[in-house]
């Protein structure tokens, strides 16, 4: 179970509702059970219930059964779609051990604004599912023009474009192993001109194609992650 407080040797972990309703009224549990908690910091903890209320709880810390497990420092960019698939995407990139997610918005973006708490708690069901102990931050939507502006020299970008051919993602993973990386995939229209000159011109950007199909954006995530992670990921 996720929560927001600190966990460490014999701290107390306050409940509130949703989790004591979750863990007391759906699950049943009683005083004395035991229950792993992360709150995607302090790695996982095992505690113990010692009290279990209709409305509030109280857990207390035993011993920690995993440390902190981050993923390798992997970004993935996306230009917001419908709110489902987007939900997928940010589910998607959690799971697969994303560092952070950051929507932006493009020249041909389909959606301008996103819900980001709904974003996060799908980013904490996904870490929580997958028992990971690591949460990525999701990010406000941010232009993409300006994220490029400050983009980070060592940082390679792995640009996906349905316009390209060819894979160039293993001559890249031998020169950039070591490096941070991000992933970037365009919205259901694809990236403008202006964006794709300047991607091109971009000394960290690689262009990357996911074979000669039109994926939809979702799909392309997903794909572009799975390479990533074959080539250099783990
Ligand atoms: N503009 C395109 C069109 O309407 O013909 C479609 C864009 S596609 C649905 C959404 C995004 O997925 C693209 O911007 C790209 O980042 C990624 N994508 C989809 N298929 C791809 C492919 N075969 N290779 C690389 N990227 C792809």
Redesign the pocket.
């Known amino acids: 179970l996720y929560v927001e407080h600190p966990l460490g040797a014999g701290q107390s972990v306050p409940l509130d509702r949703d989790q004591a309703h979750y863990l007391f009224g759906v699950m049943r549990l009683q005083a004395g059970a035991r229950v792993a908690l992360f709150n995607g910091r302090d790695g996982e903890w095992q505690t113990v219930v010692v009290d279990a209320g209709k409305r509030s709880g109280l857990l207390q810390c035993e011993e920690q059964s995993k440390p902190l497990q981050m993923p390798p420092d992997l970004w993935l960019l996306f230009?917001p779609i419908k709110k489902a698939r987007t939900d997928f995407i940010v589910e998607k990139a959690a799971e697969m051990g994303a560092a952070r997610i950051l929507p932006v918005g493009t020249d041909f973006t389909n959606s301008e604004r996103i819900r980001r708490d709904r974003l996060q708690a799908h980013a904490v069901e996904a870490a929580e599912q997958c028992g990971g102990t690591f949460v990525p931050e999701v990010d406000d939507l941010q232009k993409l023009s300006r994220l490029l502006d400050h983009w980070p020299d060592e940082r390679q970008l792995m640009f996906?474009?349905?316009a390209?051919v060819g894979n160039a993602l293993e001559l890249y993973g031998q020169q950039h192993e070591n490096a941070p990386w991000a992933i970037?995939?365009?919205?259901?229209?694809?990236?403008s001109e202006t964006e794709r000159k300047r991607l091109h011109a971009m000394a960290q950007s690689h262009v990357?194609?996911?074979?000669?199909?039109?994926?939809?954006?979702d799909?392309?995530a997903v794909a572009?992650m799975t390479l990533w992670q074959k080539a250099l990921g783990d």
């Open positions: 230009a996906c474009d349905e390209e970037l995939i365009g919205p259901e229209g694809g990236f990357v194609s996911l074979g000669p199909r039109i994926l939809r954006a799909t392309a572009a």
